[in-house]
T-cell receptor, first 109, second 106 residues
Framework: EADIYQTPRYLVIGTGKKITLECSQT?????MYWYQQDPGMELHLIHYSYGVNSTEKGDLSSESTVSRIRTEHFPLTLESARPSHTSQYLC????????FGPGTRLTVL | GQQVMQIPQYQHVQEGEDFTTYCNSSTTLSNIQWYKQRPGGHPVFLIQLVKSGEVKKQKRLTFQFGEAKKNSSLHITATQTTDVGTYFCAADDMRFGAGTRLTVKP
């Protein structure tokens, strides 16, 4: 089983709140990714990183930011949550294969 | 980023029938990966293809990478109810196809 963790697993918040979704991996992978996925739908790449101090925007990045200060940690921040952000957020890291975390299911009221 | 097109979007089969999903790219890929996601779960890595024309097998699953490295397929022989889920391909920059949702009727 892959050692990649996400917290919180579930989050219900009000509109306008600032939130940070945590992601950590203990595999020493340089490459890390954030995806947004509605149930049963495709994965949309939000941000990715190829190493410390390296971050790149994906397809849905305009309303969020990430940082990569340490190899093992890749948090995602939504500055002002909106109902349209309601979704599942999956973090992943990649060596030869890509391992996914269990996800954070976010509901914005 | 590059786009990977995956078809079909849905496939419903009778148990024992075969199933195939296809991925196509407009650009040459360095590699392609395949994942399976069970309902309520997260994607799980199945395999990575790197070489032109490569074919790999995992029990009833056969994976192919096209000669031009622009397309790939996943074929399941004699589907079982445990094969239910969504199958995704992912291009080398880790952008995923839309997925093929497979349902299997016992």
């Amino acid at each position: 089983e892959a050692d990649i963790y996400q917290t919180p697993r579930y989050l219900v918040i009000g509109t306008g709140k600032k939130i940070t979704l945590e992601c950590s991996q203990t595999m020493g992978h340089d490459k890390m990714y954030w995806y947004q996925q509605d149930p049963g739908m495709e994965l949309h790449l939000i941000h990715y990183s190829y190493g410390v101090n390296s971050t790149e925007k994906g397809d849905l990045s305009s309303e969020s930011t990430v940082s990569r200060i340490r190899t093992e940690h890749f948090p995602l921040t939504l500055e002002s949550a909106r109902p349209s952000h309601t979704s599942q957020y999956l973090c992943a890291s990649r060596g030869y294969e890509q391992f996914f975390g269990p996800g954070t299911r976010l509901t914005v009221l | 980023g590059q786009q990977v097109m995956q078809i079909p979007q849905y496939q419903h089969v009778q148990e024992g029938e075969d199933f195939t999903t296809y991925c196509n790219s407009s650009t040459t890929l360095s590699n392609i990966q395949w994942y399976k996601q069970r309902p309520g779960g997260h994607p799980v890595f199945l395999i990575q293809l790197v070489k032109s024309g490569e074919v790999k097998k995992q029990k009833r699953l056969t994976f192919q990478f096209g000669e031009a490295k622009k397309n790939s397929s996943l074929h399941i022989t004699a589907t079982q109810t445990t094969d239910v889920g969504t199958y995704f391909c992912a291009a080398d920059d880790m952008r995923f196809g839309a997925g093929t949702r497979l349902t299997v009727k016992p």
